[in-house]
Every structure is written in structure tokens, then in C-alpha cells.
């Protein structure tokens, strides 16, 4: 199995990118980097260990992975870690923790929304399927309560023009039409 999961693909995020070819190339690029982890099925383990870099083993990645590992040419884990260690209080608090764990805050979804959103990259949600282009990141809410992280593809449902989503919500990484299936909560698109 390939290691590699979306906490990589947001890592891809950090080049700096400014003209509109490089936007498009690293969009491109994550969206690949996403798509090559399909049919990978983690395992949950229930502690996590500790990982040097952001590329994470598929076998013990979160859900929230599919964003992170999509991205081989950044460290997300480590970008997470210093804005946390930095400014801590403004991350959830979801979790008891008294300061960062760079062993899984680069996993889990509230924190990378928050670190997308101090990095300047939210943009407005909408129900507008033309709003989502490929590389952007979208945050919903799914029934219970539980936070879930996708990719927009460079793929379009034949029937309604919609953009499949790459993630992994717990069936390994798969492209698929649930844009719409749930609760929006967030949408980020780290190349501009």
C-alpha cells in the first residue's frame, strides 16, 4: 500500500504560488496526488504515533488524511505544528489538549480549516457547483456531528456538471459525488 494521504496533498500548498500557470499546475497536482491514493483503506488506530514528516502510513491515517498526504512536496504536519505552537488558543479546543500534539493535529479536520483560514485561504461557501474548481478543499458536516475533508476533483458528474470530491471517509480514498451530500462548512482554495 502507498503511504501517501491528504495531509500530504495540503502540503503541496505551501510554494507560495502567485501567477495563475503555477495556481493551475499545483491545483493539478494535489488533485493527482489525491487521486493516486484511491482504493487505499486505512486502519483507525486508536493512539497515534509519532511521524517525522507529513508523509503518514496509510494503514494508521485518520480520515481527515486523504487532504494531508495528497501533498508530497510540503510538510503540513509541520506547518500545522508551528502555527499551533504559536497560536495555540486560536485552534478548537475540541480535544482537552493543554498545548499542540504534532503526532495528529495535522489530521484532524477542525484544525486544518483553522490553519486554512489563518493562511488567508477561505472562500465563500455556496450551492453553486461553478464555485468549486479542482484543488480546492471542502470542510462538511456529516450526520452526528463528525467533521469530514474532501478535494474538489478535476472530474464532473456526466449528469449535472457537479465536481466528484476525492476523500476518504473510511471505505479508503474515493472519487465521488457528494459535493452536495451534506452540510458545507468550509471552502478553501489554497492556489490562487
Not at 78 to 83: A, E, G
Not at 102 to 110: E, Q, W
Amino acid at each position: 500500500m502507498r503511504g501517501t494521504h491528504l495531509t500530504i496533498l495540503l502540503s503541496l500548498l505551501i510554494f507560495g504560488v502567485s501567477q495563475v500557470a503555477k495556481a493551475q499546475d499545483g491545483a493539478e497536482k494535489l488533485v493527482d496526488a489525491a487521486r493516486s491514493d484511491r482504493g487505499n483503506l486505512p486502519r483507525y488506530a486508536p493512539s497515534p504515533s509519532l511521524v517525522a514528516t507529513s508523509r503518514c502510513h496509510a494503514a494508521s491515517a485518520a480520515m481527515s488524511s486523504s487532504v494531508p498526504s495528497a501533498n508530497k512536496a510540503l510538510d503540513l504536519q509541520l506547518m500545522v505544528h508551528d502555527d499551533m505552537a504559536a497560536h495555540f488558543s486560536a485552534y478548537p479546543a475540541n480535544w482537552g489538549l493543554k498545548h499542540p500534539d504534532p503526532n495528529i493535529d495535522h489530521r484532524r479536520v477542525l484544525n486544518l480549516a483553522t490553519w486554512l483560514k489563518r493562511q488567508g485561504k477561505a472562500i465563500a461557501v455556496s450551492r453553486r457547483s461553478g464555485d468549486y474548481v479542482a484543488g480546492d478543499i471542502v470542510t462538511w458536516r456529516l450526520p452526528g456531528g463528525q467533521p469530514h475533508i474532501g478535494i474538489v476533483s478535476d472530474r464532473r458528474d456526466a449528469q449535472t456538471g457537479t465536481p466528484l470530491i476525492i476523500h476518504n471517509i473510511g471505505r479508503g480514498t474515493q472519487e465521488e459525488k457528494i459535493l452536495f451530500a451534506y452540510d458545507i462548512t468550509g471552502h478553501f482554495r489554497y492556489f490562487r
